[in-house]
């Protein structure tokens, strides 16, 4: 078969050294690695794959393909503008709510009134949501951030502007849009990201850790 990447979907998954559940374990793989496909068992079951140096077989049904669409260029991504012109906007400390954070609460249909009315409330998602409508996109409508993770397409190579999703906690997670990254760090510009400094959550650029990553996503 022709050699397709694919990225682990749960906590983590047993590598074997045959197809079969009962053969000898050689390691784990972690939710978010990317393997290179080689081989179907006969059963359609089993993948044999290669990661790196690692070489083994792993349940199929765990795996999620990733598309090998041509990805388009930055300019192609039309709700970065709209992104960009959001840095610095902020929540209120104390009993007062920023408007326009609250207002990206409302690109959410999946809180009742009184969260989306308080900016205290977990915003990354619904900045995400936000930007893109301001595309005329649709997006999750949910304020949970792993909810982009069944949204458009996934990708195996991330591209500026592409969407980048991590877990936060067991349950929890963030998402914002791909920048740059470096040898353990991705590089987000995303809201709800506090500053180091003040503590306050804003509209921002920030790293995150490449070990809490679980995916990049892309229209489709």
């Keep these: 078969m022709t050699a397709q990447q694919y990225r682990v979907r749960p906590g983590s998954l047993n590598i074997r ?9 050689l390691g784990k793989l972690r939710q978010g690695d990317v393997i290179e496909g080689l081989e179907l068992s006969e059963d359609r079951k089993w993948l044999m794959f290669r990661m790196g140096e690692t070489y083994g077989w792993c349940v199929r049904g765990f795996l999620e393909k990733l598309d090998d669409t041509p990805v388009p260029v930055v300019d192609e991504f039309p709700w970065m503008k709209f992104a960009e012109q959001e840095k610095g906007v902020q929540e209120t400390p104390g009993v007062g709510n920023t408007s326009r954070v609250v207002e990206y609460l409302s690109a959410t249909s999946n809180l009742g009134s009184a969260a989306r009315s308080r900016d205290e409330t ?80 804003q509209v921002s650029e920030k790293y995150y850790p490449k070990a809490n990553l679980l995916g990049y996503r892309m229209p489709k």
Aim: charged share 20%; hydrophobic share 35%.
């Design 122 to 201: 977990p915003w990354c998602s619904a900045f995400v949501n936000w930007c893109m409508s301001q595309a005329g996109l649709e997006g999750t409508r949910s304020a949970l951030a792993r909810s982009w993770m069944d949204w458009g397409q996934p990708l195996a190579t991330p591209r500026v502007g592409c969407i980048v999703v991590f877990s936060r906690e067991k349950i929890f997670g963030h998402v914002g849009f791909y920048l740059g990254e470096t040898e353990t760090e991705i590089k987000v510009l995303g809201g709800n990201q506090q500053d180091p400094g003040t503590k306050i959550y």
């Design 17 to 25: 050294e045959e197809p079969n559940p009962k053969a000898a374990l």
